[in-house]
């Protein structure tokens, strides 16, 4: 098991950025793939972004391409989500995961990821 801790949310006006971080420990973080997942109110929880253990692939939304970027740094066991030109749209409880996967591959499914942190809230102004 892998604990999970998000920071970074916050509000901002539109078409500015924010950086997520997700800070792990437990097991090797090294092993895992981690995703972003977000969930606004009233709606399911939904991919955003997520990376191989390897760091070698990673994997976006159509809603999020050209925006937002993941990256991993697993000598601080951290995972970061990027996000420039936000929108409205993009306001929710933003949580990060981390799935058990082969090599170069990238989960995006909420059912394969086993860990989950807590959210941080991330509210964009029009």
């Known amino acids: 098991q892998v604990q999970l801790v998000e920071s970074g949310g916050g509000l901002v006006q539109a078409g500015g950025s924010l950086r997520l971080s997700c800070a792990a420990s437990g097991r090797t973080f090294s092993s895992y793939a981690m995703g972003w997942f977000r969930q606004a109110p009233g709606k399911e929880r939904e991919f955003v972004a997520g990376?191989?253990?390897?760091?070698?692939?990673?994997d976006y939304a159509d809603s999020v391409k050209g925006r937002f970027t993941i990256s991993r740094d697993d000598a601080k066991n951290t995972v970061y989500l990027q996000m420039n030109s936000l929108k409205p749209v993009d306001t929710a409880v933003y949580y990060c995961?981390?799935?058990?996967?082969?090599?170069?591959?990238?989960?995006?499914?909420?059912?394969?990821?086993?860990?989950w942190g807590q959210g941080t809230q991330v509210t964009v102004s029009s």
């Open positions: 990376i191989s253990w390897t760091g070698r692939n990673t």
């Open positions: 995961a981390a799935a058990i996967s082969s090599r170069n591959f990238v989960p995006f499914r909420p059912s394969e990821y086993i860990d």
